[in-house]
């Protein structure tokens, strides 16, 4: 297997990381409830993509203490 002849400068390894950074996912508003979702996927608080309905969310009830 080759090996490298001469020892990288900082730069170059630099560089070389530079585009191994992490990538923030975008987001876009809902149209129906105004809440924070990833774009071209169904809304997870409405159920609505594309201003309609396409799946129906069930509301978490809260269990109650004895």
Request: hydrophobic content about 20%; charged content about 35%; proline content about 9%.
């Amino acid at each position: 297997m080759p090996l490298p002849k001469r020892r990288h400068s900082s730069s170059r390894q630099g560089k070389r990381r530079g585009a191994q950074k992490i990538h923030i996912p975008s987001s876009s508003i809902c149209p129906n409830c105004k809440a924070p979702k990833l774009p071209h996927r169904v809304c997870n608080i409405c159920g609505f993509y594309k201003g309609r309905q396409v799946m129906q969310i069930k509301k978490k009830e809260k269990k109650e203490k004895k």
